[in-house]
């Protein structure tokens, strides 16, 4: 069962996020987790030029996201922001495609590539609203959302409603049928929030906010996921990487 408590996680500071809006992401390592003594160093958002050097203590871990993929440091130690060598660029950049595809194909899956397998208890497209999860959803293009469940091989209903009571809708699954467009009577709107109930499963209360046009990077993508507070859509997408990086022969 989901918990339905939508507080996020303090993520970046505001000069943090100016700071990584300002650098060229796409040259530069990003800190996507952290934890331990250093972590208030180091917090998810923080932009790392090629120079910088991390000093750990013992029981920090940092995970970082870069050009080639991710690499998850563990204290105490020194290390360089950068990645040593470059992870094989077919290694798993089709399941990263996938994933953050903007293509609204509801069909859309990530198959095996090269050891990256689809995570079969989340969505296919970190852009699909997951009826299942609680928490902040960044939504990309509002025209554009889909519904994902979770087990579709049964047929179900999934009721949909404001939380402020204005508007409800039901969506209608038939088996095997996993993804839906968002139902047009509900608008999309920056901290709309809606509960969904499918089944018998417990209600589970989702928050809507706009992330605009994605990021062509993963670097800048991550950025803009943790500047909203979309931690299963930034999870989702750390942790592909990290299987793309580690299938490639890159470090992790």
Known sequence: ????????????????????????????????????????????????????????????????????????????????????????????????????????DRRVRIGAVRGVESDTGRPPNIWFVDASRAGTVCVANPAAANLWRPGSEAPAKTMIASVTGASKATVDWSPGQAVQAWPSALPIAEGARYRLTTGTAAPVEIRMTLSGEPKP?????????????????????????????????GAN
């Open 1 to 104: 069962m989901h918990s339905t408590n939508l507080r996020a996680p303090h993520f970046a500071a505001v000069a943090l996020l100016a700071a990584a809006i300002a650098a060229p992401l796409s040259a530069a390592t990003l800190v996507v987790r952290s934890a331990g003594p250093s972590a208030g160093a180091y917090p998810p958002g923080k932009v790392l030029q090629p120079t910088a050097k991390l000093a750990l203590k013992a029981n920090d871990l940092v995970t970082l996201l870069d050009e080639h993929g991710t690499r998850t440091l563990r204290g105490p130690g020194s290390f360089t922001a950068t990645a040593t060598a470059a992870a094989d660029a077919d290694g798993g950049n089709t399941a990263i495609a996938a994933l953050v595809s903007q293509r609204g």
């Open 217 to 249: 990077d993963v670097q800048g993508m991550a950025s803009a996921l943790i500047a909203k507070g979309c931690t299963a859509q930034l999870d989702q997408l750390v942790e592909t990487t990290a299987a793309a990086t580690k299938a490639s022969g």
